[in-house]
């Protein structure tokens, strides 16, 4: 039988997302999450961070510093931090292995492992049960969701950052590598919201200008009510559509929720933005999810 059923797929289509059990054993979990353990072992801290600041124009260059450091992420595996997590000289206040939002955005390319999972046979099935033909992927992340510090992510739809002609292409798989519950920050969606449209796009500015990137329109305001929450398993993938509204609470428990996440495109007859803050590039080009 296929991991997902066709049951799955109705779900996906009316909601926009699905929770599917058993992506990954909780051994692959522990895996993934012992090899994060040792990148930040070895992580360099950006010079933006690290870099004690104190006037005006020395903030400027920090937020320009930053904003490069993240729009050159794509093709790369970068380290973005919490806020609050370095004092004023640039040196860490908690552990460092607390600090961390988020890695970012090619995981997928640069780590075996999490290579593997990316186009393991549970992944490209999913794929293809969906009626993909040419689906590449886009980006990646691992994001702690740290326990007392891990920050709100506030509602928005994916679509906002990786817009695609026509809309539709795009869908995220989001792997929980530890139980995400309602008390450490689990995903909350609004069902059926995919078939909306967007309300916001995120685009690169013009060459030579600062910031980086702008936002055309803007996110509505969602009734609170009208969010689910979708708690999933450790070892368990929620799908999620590009262009459902959706949403994860801090995390003020003591429990950390770390998941492993990446997005892939409908490659036929899809035009990828190329106002979109990623593009990709010489080094990696958006590989194909299909091995065979
Ligand atoms: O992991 C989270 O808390 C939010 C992730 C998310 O919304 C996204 O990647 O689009």
């Avoid at 937020?63 to 973005?80: E, L, M, N, P, V």
């Avoid at 530890?178 to 060459?207: Q, Y």
Wanted: a negative charge; hydrophobic letters at 35%.
């Amino acid at each position: 039988m296929d991991f997902m059923t066709d049951r799955d797929v109705q779900k996906y289509k009316e909601d926009g997302f699905v929770v599917l059990d058993g992506l990954l054993s909780s051994q692959e979990c522990d895996e993934l999450r012992q090899r994060m353990n040792e990148i930040v072992d070895q992580m360099d801290v950006p010079e933006h961070c690290r870099t004690t600041f104190t006037t005006y124009h020395d903030e400027q260059l920090k937020t320009q510093g930053s904003a490069d450091y993240f729009i050159t992420s794509g093709d790369k595996i970068r380290f973005f931090f919490e806020k609050g997590v370095f004092d004023d000289q640039g040196e860490f206040k908690v552990p460092k292995h607390l600090s961390l939002n988020k890695v970012g955005h090619a995981l997928h390319a640069y780590e075996p492992l999490y290579k593997k999972v990316t186009h393991s046979a549970k992944v490209q099935g999913i794929a293809k049960k969906l009626g993909l033909v040419s689906p590449v992927i886009l980006q990646s992340m691992y994001i702690f969701k740290q326990p007392g510090i891990g920050g709100e992510v506030t509602a928005h739809q994916d679509a906002t950052f990786l817009h695609t002609e026509p809309l539709g292409r795009v869908m995220g798989l989001w792997i929980a590598l530890e139980d995400a519950t309602v008390n450490n920050g689990c995903l909350w969606f609004i069902p059926g919201s995919h078939r909306s449209g967007i309300s916001r796009r995120m685009v690169r500015t013009p060459k030579g200008s600062f910031p980086l990137t702008d936002f055309i329109g803007r996110e509505q305001a969602y009734q609170e009510d009208t969010f689910v929450a979708a708690p999933v398993q450790k070892g368990g993938v929620v799908l999620i559509h590009g262009e459902v509204v959706h949403r994860s609470a801090e995390n003020i428990s003591e429990e950390s929720r770390h998941v492993y996440t990446f997005h892939v495109m409908e490659a036929l007859d899809t035009r990828w933005s190329p106002d979109n803050w990623l593009q990709p590039t010489e080094e990696l080009p958006f590989p194909p999810l299909y091995t065979k």
